[in-house]
């Protein structure tokens, strides 16, 4: 790849790293010449901070690499600079506490909607900043890969047919936004096949952040690139996680998916397989 970008978004999670527990030294060396060299990466991911190499991802760096090092997490929740070696939330989008329990009520009600009208059996995650994961495969445990598995596209569809769900994913959203507008609030979701995730932001929100931060010292989205694993189509132009970087403002960027998953991407992506090895081989050749 001859292009030079002068800033990378990636995703974390089978990107990367294999997992949230895998070491993360091989990203590390990556990483660092070009952050040496003022290349800006930005980490942009569901996760929160402390999943991170245990909250300390960015102690791996000297201070001045840490100048160009960014997070965008939580689906858009937070986006962080490193100050002072300690992350730093420059831009959130948190709700107060009556916000918070209202998308828990929002996703409360629709765990009830599934199970009373479709059989659907649920169970949810409370404990995110401004969202909540609903899972929809409650019996399939993706142990440390936290990330979309190539068979559970497939065996989300055979779970919604069964129980009634017949327009599959695009009927869940559906569903989580109207009963958001029942609730007086509108919500962002999406789904990566194990999870409905409903919250107020997601990872366009995180990507615009950046893009607008980085106008000041000249970058375009032209000059980024966006990589990750969850590009693929889960149901008719309804696409996985990672295709939310792809965004007005980012748009003129250049996407790139290293999952080997099988099915169609948006048409932007340019799909290549590999994994993370992929990936940090394009940072290293980047240097």
Same mark, same amino acid.
């Given at each position: ?6 800033a990378i ?11 949230r527990?895998?070491p ?25 901070y ?33 100050t ?7 831009? %959130? ?22 199970l ?6 649920? +169970? ?41 769900i017949?327009s ?9 936004e ?6 007086g609030q509108?919500? %962002?979701?999406t ?10 932001s997601?990872?366009? +929100? ?19 690139s ?11 132009e309804?696409?996985g996680? +990672?295709?939310?970087?792809y965004?007005e403002? %980012?748009?003129?960027?250049d ?13 932007a ?14 940072l290293k050749?980047?240097?």
């Amino acid at each position: 790849m001859n292009k030079k970008y002068k800033a990378i978004f990636f995703d974390w999670d089978g990107t990367a790293v294999t997992s949230r527990t895998a070491p993360v030294e091989d990203a590390v060396v990556a990483m660092k010449p070009l952050l040496q060299q003022g290349t800006k990466l930005v980490i942009v991911s569901g996760t929160t901070y402390d999943k991170i190499a245990g909250g300390k991802f960015h102690t791996y760096f000297t201070e001045e690499e840490q100048k160009n090092l960014f997070f965008g997490l939580g689906r858009g929740a937070y986006n962080y600079q490193i100050t002072d070696d300690r992350p730093e939330i420059f831009a %959130s989008m948190i709700p107060d506490q009556e916000g918070l329990l209202k998308i828990h009520d929002i996703c409360y009600a629709i765990h009830v909607k599934l199970l009373w009208e479709y059989g659907l059996k649920t +169970d949810i995650v409370f404990s995110r900043p401004n969202y909540c994961k609903i899972d929809l495969m409650v019996e399939n445990d993706r142990g440390d890969q936290l990330f979309m598995q190539g068979d559970e596209v497939e065996h989300l569809r055979q779970i919604l047919k069964q129980h009634g769900i017949e327009s599959g994913l695009k009927e869940l959203i559906g569903i989580a936004e109207q009963t958001g507008e029942k609730f007086g609030q509108r919500v %962002s979701a999406t789904c990566d096949a194990k999870y409905l995730e409903v919250g107020i932001s997601c990872k366009s +929100d995180n990507v615009d952040v950046f893009l607008e931060r980085f106008k000041a010292e000249g970058i375009t989205a032209e000059d980024c690139s966006f990589w990750g694993d969850e590009f693929v189509e889960i149901e008719h132009e309804l696409y996985g996680s +990672d295709s939310f970087m792809y965004t007005e403002k %980012s748009k003129a960027g250049d996407f790139f998916d290293v999952s080997a998953i099988e099915g169609n991407r948006p048409e932007a992506v340019k799909v290549l397989g590999g994994g993370v090895e992929t990936f940090l081989t394009f940072l290293k050749e980047q240097a």
